[in-house]
């Protein structure tokens, strides 16, 4: 017995075929609006190695951190990290070369306190501080400690303003660079004291520490991490720290505030940043490694043998940080009398 149905013909024909179709369509369309929204595709970055651009020369703080944070980023996020120096007039060579990258988060900046004095210190820069990059987050804070040529007879802040008052041409300190805090911290301390001094900057940390141990040059407001070793090693005298506190690491130095400069502090700095236009999921994908990799123990040891304390956070974090510096630099630049050398 045959149970199919009749089929029908000519228009009738065409009308069901049309009725059954409109039908399968309503019927599909409910399915879909009744499926929970699946979640967003998994981000397909990054394919290749990322480029973490370094504003000054190898060995300084801000490269010795970049270093160390390029390691843990790139077992985050399963590409090589390559450190790029690009040195000169303070890190701002090498933010001008990443404000121009591709926004795409294979060119990144090591984003430092400098890059918010130099939007005040220079007349004219090739890139905009602010609008030029994405903020993606902090990396951790230091001291900086002045330091002296161990040759001199200089063991104590009081010390070193008699030296710099008994010579005719007062004392010499050296930077990584006109705008950085090393540099500030000389000129705030320049300020305050009264006494002659003379800057010199160079193109990174690194020479600059390699002419005061040579006796070119006589004292420096260094980053802690880079002066360390040396100081360690007896090459280099320090005799005050610019935090609030002594660190652990050199718990015999006494701040500038314990020296007669109540008040006095300065910690620089470090974050990550992208050029503006990255696409949103790249920046959150590099805030959530950079956070991860902070988290590691290992990591966290080593940038505190350095003395720096990690600054785990948000983009927001790092943009506040952002506009509040370039605000309080601006006036110290100004008061201070301070130039681009």
Partial sequence: MNHD???????????????????????????AAAQPATATPALNWPLKPVR??????????????ARQVGVRLS???????????????????GAEAVSHAPPDGYTLYVYTIANTINASLYPRLGYDPVKDFEPIGLIASIPNVLVVNPDLPIKSVDDYQRYARENKDGITFASSGSGSTIHLSGEIFKMR?????????????????????????QSMFDNMPSALPHIKAGRLRAIAITSAQRSVLLPEVPTLAESGYPGFEVQSWFGLAAPTGTPAPVLERLNQALNKALAQPELRQRLQEMAATPLPGTAAQMRQTIASDIKRWREVVKASGAKAD
């Avoid at 973490?52 to 951190?65: E, R």
């Avoid at 077992?75 to 060579?93: F, M, Y």
């Fill in 75 to 93: 077992e985050q996020l399963g590409q090589p990290v390559t450190i790029d120096n690009r040195t000169g007039a303070n890190s701002n060579v």
């Fill in 5 to 31: 149905l009749p089929c029908p013909r000519g228009p009738k024909r065409r009308l069901a075929i049309a009725l059954l179709a409109q039908a399968a369509l309503s019927s599909l369309s409910g399915l």
């Fill in 193 to 217: 004291s009264r006494l002659n001094l003379l800057h010199v900057p160079y193109r990174g940390s690194a020479p600059a520490i390699s002419d005061l141990i040579g006796g070119q040059v």
């Fill in 52 to 65: 973490l651009v370094v504003g000054y020369s190898a060995g300084g703080a801000t490269d010795l951190i």
